[in-house]
């Protein structure tokens, strides 16, 4: 199996929505038929019902695992709950409008002898009673263009009449020839499975509205990062932002929220087809809009030490993938179609375990999930219950997202499968005693610096030294040890100054003074105040007011590069009036 290698980001802000006009596939066939000749005399209906199916073809993978997608083979299936509409040929004017049913079915009643065409959105919606939502597939490189399959013009007649509508693959001999119609409903499918497992849990769910944006143009480059061309890196979800912050386009074109997906195939990278990969994405949005993820984000893989909240978050999405789909192997097609690279939720050895991997966060929360049977777990509670502990205790905890959070609420509010859960953490190497803020962790990773997971901090206590490594490495600065926690706990509100200083740990004589301090402070995961000036070796945050409760400060050094085990140290102090 080729080496598989997880670079999903996630950004987090406020949504944006996109236009509305569409992008139009015509189709090549219009399959069905159906009369439009009057009945034998009598007076002509005023109105006909026009009727039938809308698929698309999946192109699905092979079945040895490494051997990629098989587009020699699609499979066609129902478009569920897509909106469909009758068009006016003449004047563009929508006469109906549907969604199918969940076997691609529609109806829509017209007028007779009125030429028309079905247009199929790659939108599935549904306002009014919650459940609501309004999921599109949007184009990125055409001014966020909503895709549509639409029929050749006919005459709706003066009988009732079938036209069904199939949005092919456009796969060639060795490659894509055709118009790839049936990619942004592949992508929508997917969405339906995910929308499915939430509605299976909250019956009532609100989902926001979500844009999925793919286009032939998307590719994994890695150079200037730019949705307007395409050039988006890898398949990712965003929670949107401005220009500036997102860097997109050279800080020129504001990012818009969503997700974005890979479909450039002479790069050799696709997803549209790779379902856990897109539920997996629809994980963070679940996180984002229904939960919470304090993770930074940034690059991750399965032998990496990283950051509790990445290794969560991941985790999070890559278990999810396999609770939407009811299939614990994990496979993203590359070369083209010519291989895939995924793991097992059920039987992959993690290379990493601990509170740190994701890999054990994933394989935590799958076994959680699934029937019990294997050996080693017996924890068998299905979706509602995780979803609960997302929604709720995640939600509004003081602690930072992570496993121990996690863990520790699943355990309260299920406490007869809490020896079972405790199983599962002590099978990834996790104490089974530490409570949200891991605290009694012992399993440090090889990183002296990873313990304790927090350290306490009070206003108006001596200074205190705290020290971060890139033992684990510093890619994106997400890694095992690239940042510290310390917790403070105000009774009352006060008006706090906290200040960070490098400075050499007197306990260690091989450690050195963090050349740039950075500092964030957070409140149940709202950011309260960011402080990253540049060197030199000091920051500090004047005179914020602070209500009572649970804060946490991260500190980290923004110089710390490359793979070293010298620990970078810093004071840090809380003065309060």
Same mark, same amino acid.
């Given at each position: 199996?080729?080496?598989?290698?997880?670079? %999903?980001?996630?950004?987090?802000?406020?949504?944006?929505?996109?236009?509305?006009?569409?992008?139009?596939?015509?189709?090549?066939?219009?399959?069905?038929?159906?009369?439009? $000749?009057?009945? $034998?005399?009598?007076?002509?209906?005023?109105?006909?019902?026009?009727?039938?199916?809308?698929?698309?073809?999946?192109?699905?993978?092979? =079945?040895?695992? $490494?051997?990629?997608?098989? +587009?020699?083979?699609?499979?066609?299936?129902?478009?569920?709950?897509?909106?469909? &509409?009758?068009?006016?040929?003449?004047?563009?004017?929508?006469?109906?409008?549907?969604?199918?049913?969940?076997? $691609?079915?529609?109806?829509?009643?017209?007028?007779?002898?009125?030429?028309?065409?079905?247009?199929?959105?790659?939108?599935?919606?549904?306002?009014?009673?919650?459940?609501?939502?309004?999921?599109?597939?949007?184009?990125?490189?055409?001014?966020?263009?909503?895709?549509?399959?639409?029929?050749?013009?006919?005459?709706?007649?003066? =009988?009732?009449?079938?036209?069904? !509508?199939?949005?092919?693959?456009?796969?060639?001999?060795?490659?894509?020839?055709?118009?790839?119609?049936?990619?942004?409903?592949?992508?929508? @499918?997917?969405?339906?499975?995910?929308?499915?497992?939430?509605?299976?849990?909250?019956?009532?769910?609100?989902?926001?509205?979500?844009? !999925?944006?793919?286009?032939?143009?998307?590719?994994?480059? /890695?150079?200037?990062?730019?949705?307007?061309?395409?050039?988006?890196?890898?398949?990712?979800?965003?929670?949107?932002?401005?220009? /500036?912050?997102?860097? #997109?386009?050279?800080?020129?074109?504001?990012?818009?929220?969503?997700?974005?997906?890979?479909?450039?195939?002479?790069?050799?990278?696709?997803?549209?087809?790779?379902?856990?990969?897109?539920?997996?994405?629809?994980?963070?949005?679940?996180?984002?809009?229904?939960?919470?993820?304090?993770? +930074?984000?940034?690059?991750?893989?399965?032998?990496?030490?990283?950051?509790?909240?990445?290794?969560?978050? &991941?985790?999070?999405?890559?278990?999810?993938?396999?609770?939407?789909?009811?299939?614990?192997?994990?496979?993203?097609?590359?070369?083209?179609?010519?291989? @895939?690279?995924?793991?097992?939720?059920?039987?992959?050895?993690?290379?990493?375990?601990?509170?740190?991997?994701?890999?054990?966060?994933?394989?935590?929360?799958?076994?959680?999930?699934?029937? =019990?049977?294997?050996?080693?777990?017996?924890?068998?509670?299905?979706?509602?219950?995780?979803?609960?502990?997302?929604? #709720?205790?995640?939600?509004?905890?003081?602690?930072?997202?992570?496993?121990?959070?996690?863990?520790?609420?699943?355990?309260?509010?299920?406490?007869?499968?809490?020896?079972?859960?405790? =199983?599962? !953490?002590?099978?990834?190497?996790?104490?089974?005693?530490?409570?949200?803020?891991?605290?009694?962790?012992?399993?440090?990773?090889?990183?002296?610096?990873?313990?304790?997971?927090?350290?306490?901090?009070?206003?108006?206590?001596?200074?205190?030294?705290?020290?971060?490594?890139?033992?684990?490495?510093?890619?994106?600065?997400?890694?095992?040890?690239?940042?510290?926690?310390? %917790?403070?706990?105000? +009774?009352?509100?006060?008006?706090?100054?906290?200040?960070?200083?490098?400075?050499?740990?007197?306990?260690?004589?091989?450690?050195?003074?963090?050349?740039?301090?950075?500092?964030?402070?957070?409140?149940?995961?709202?950011?309260?105040?960011?402080?990253?000036?540049?060197?030199?070796?000091?920051?500090?945050?004047?005179?914020?007011?602070?209500?009572?409760?649970?804060?946490?400060?991260?500190?980290?050094?923004?110089?710390?590069?490359?793979?070293?085990?010298?620990?970078?140290?810093?004071?840090?102090?809380?003065?309060?009036?």
């Amino acid at each position: 199996m080729p080496t598989f290698k997880l670079t %999903r980001t996630v950004v987090r802000v406020g949504i944006m929505r996109a236009g509305a006009m569409c992008v139009a596939f015509a189709l090549s066939a219009c399959g069905g038929g159906g009369g439009s $000749g009057g009945g $034998g005399g009598g007076t002509p209906p005023a109105s006909v019902t026009i009727s039938g199916k809308v698929t698309f073809d999946r192109i699905p993978f092979k =079945a040895t695992l $490494g051997t990629g997608l098989n +587009p020699t083979a699609p499979v066609t299936l129902p478009a569920r709950l897509v909106v469909v &509409e009758a068009i006016n040929a003449s004047s563009g004017a929508v006469l109906a409008s549907t969604t199918t049913n969940d076997t $691609g079915d529609y109806s829509v009643s017209v007028a007779a002898n009125t030429t028309v065409f079905i247009r199929a959105k790659a939108q599935m919606l549904k306002t009014g009673t919650a459940p609501t939502w309004n999921f599109r597939v949007l184009n990125n490189t055409n001014s966020n263009a909503l895709y549509a399959l639409v029929s050749s013009n006919f005459s709706s007649g003066t =009988a009732d009449s079938t036209h069904n !509508l199939n949005a092919p693959t456009g796969w060639g001999t060795t490659n894509y020839t055709g118009t790839r119609t049936a990619a942004p409903f592949a992508i929508l @499918d997917t969405v339906y499975s995910t929308r499915q497992l939430i509605v299976s849990a909250v019956a009532t769910t609100a989902f926001p509205d979500l844009d !999925l944006f793919w286009s032939i143009d998307n590719k994994p480059t /890695a150079g200037t990062f730019c949705t307007t061309s395409g050039d988006i890196g890898t398949t990712f979800y965003t929670g949107g932002g401005s220009a /500036a912050a997102s860097r #997109n386009c050279n800080s020129t074109v504001a990012l818009s929220a969503g997700i974005y997906v890979l479909g450039d195939f002479t790069q050799g990278d696709t997803d549209e087809f790779d379902q856990h990969v897109i539920a997996h994405e629809f994980g963070h949005y679940v996180e984002n809009r229904f939960s919470r993820s304090d993770s +930074p984000g940034g690059d991750h893989g399965f032998s990496d030490e990283v950051d509790m909240r990445v290794a969560y978050s &991941e985790g999070w999405g890559n278990a999810y993938s396999g609770m939407v789909l009811n299939d614990p192997v994990y496979r993203d097609s590359q070369d083209g179609v010519n291989t @895939d690279g995924g793991f097992n939720l059920e039987s992959t050895v993690p290379p990493v375990h601990g509170w740190f991997s994701e890999s054990s966060v994933q394989s935590i929360l799958w076994d959680v999930f699934d029937p =019990a049977g294997e050996s080693g777990d017996t924890v068998a509670l299905g979706f509602a219950p995780i979803y609960s502990v997302l929604t #709720n205790s995640q939600a509004s905890s003081d602690a930072l997202t992570s496993i121990f959070e996690f863990a520790d609420a699943l355990r309260s509010a299920n406490p007869t499968a809490a020896t079972g859960i405790n =199983a599962l !953490l002590a099978r990834e190497s996790i104490t089974t005693t530490s409570d949200a803020f891991g605290n009694n962790e012992t399993h440090n990773g090889g990183s002296t610096t990873a313990l304790p997971v927090y350290s306490d901090i009070a206003v108006g206590q001596p200074q205190q030294i705290v020290c971060t490594s890139a033992a684990a490495g510093s890619t994106s600065g997400n890694k095992l040890g690239n940042s510290r926690f310390l %917790r403070l706990t105000l +009774p009352t509100a006060t008006t706090v100054t906290i200040n960070v200083t490098g400075a050499v740990d007197p306990l260690n004589p091989a450690s050195v003074a963090a050349a740039d301090p950075d500092l964030v402070i957070y409140r149940r995961g709202f950011l309260q105040r960011s402080e990253a000036d540049a060197p030199p070796a000091v920051e500090t945050v004047n005179s914020l007011a602070l209500a009572a409760g649970v804060y946490i400060i991260e500190v980290y050094d923004f110089k710390l590069s490359g793979i070293s085990t010298t620990p970078h140290c810093m004071t840090v102090s809380v003065t309060g009036m």
